[in-house]
């Protein structure tokens, strides 16, 4: 079975300082990793993922995540954050070999940015 | 383009009404879902089309019909709904191939269902 978690519920942080959301994942083998962003009132908006290569990856409005298979762990970063990033942040993961078609996503983490 | 549209944005139906939700996609992708998403939750997944068939239904009750009449087009129809029903639906499409699991899906803005 695959799973994924997101400790956090919230995430406060300054305008200009750097933002980290967790998540952490299991599944029986090697992971597909996704993180989306969802504004009020829309649909989820992709933002990066990994399926192998090189660990840490970069994606939409600099943002940027970082595998590490022996935390079982893809956390979510951006050097400098904005107030538009406030949104509700989702990690997904898929596993290659079984679950079928199928996307497992984390409770979701709120982010707010403040001035 | 990678926009999928739903239709329509908000509805509002009564626990008798019958009324049907849409989803479309000019992506040339082969896997279609519908999810449901209550407020501040993660989407959770009701079916999936691969290939305009019916691949995965998470047990949804039968008040909910999917449709899925090309590789462009998804329907949800909706009948005798309940209030606990009221939801965003979310519909989203992805790539479909041996190698599909590493696709990302797209989502559509959703449509803000109420129940009455």
């Known amino acids: 079975a695959q799973s994924v978690a997101q400790p956090e519920d919230q995430v406060n942080v300054a305008e200009g300082n750097p933002l980290t959301v967790k998540c952490t994942y299991s599944?029986?083998?090697?992971?597909?990793l996704f993180w989306y962003v969802q504004y009020p009132n829309r649909g989820l908006q992709f933002l990066l993922k990994y399926i192998t290569g090189d660990n840490l990856v970069k994606g939409s409005y600099g943002f940027e995540a970082e595998f590490n298979k022996s935390q079982t762990s893809f956390h979510l970063k951006k050097p400098s954050a904005l107030v538009s990033d406030s949104a509700l942040y989702f990690c997904a993961v898929r596993d290659p070999q079984g679950g079928g078609n199928k996307l497992t996503f984390g409770t979701g983490t709120q982010l707010k940015v403040e001035l | 383009d990678t926009e999928v549209t739903q239709t329509p944005k908000h509805l509002v139906m009564g626990m008798t009404n019958k009324k049907s939700l849409k989803c479309e996609q000019h992506m040339g992708h082969r896997a279609m879902y519908w999810y449901k998403q209550k407020a501040k939750k993660p989407p959770e997944l009701m079916f999936v089309?691969?290939?305009?068939?019916?691949?995965i239904n998470e047990s949804v009750p039968s008040r909910f019909s999917p449709e899925c009449p090309n590789s462009s087009l998804l329907n949800l129809h909706l009948h005798a709904l309940q209030p606990e029903d009221s939801a965003l639906y979310l519909c989203?499409?992805?790539?479909?191939?041996?190698?599909?699991?590493?696709?990302?899906?797209?989502f559509g803005p959703g449509t803000r269902l109420t129940v009455t």
């Open positions: 599944v029986s083998g090697n992971p597909y």
């Open positions: 089309y691969s290939y305009e068939k019916l691949s």
């Open positions: 989203a499409s992805s790539r479909d191939s041996i190698l599909a699991r590493s696709y990302e899906q797209y």
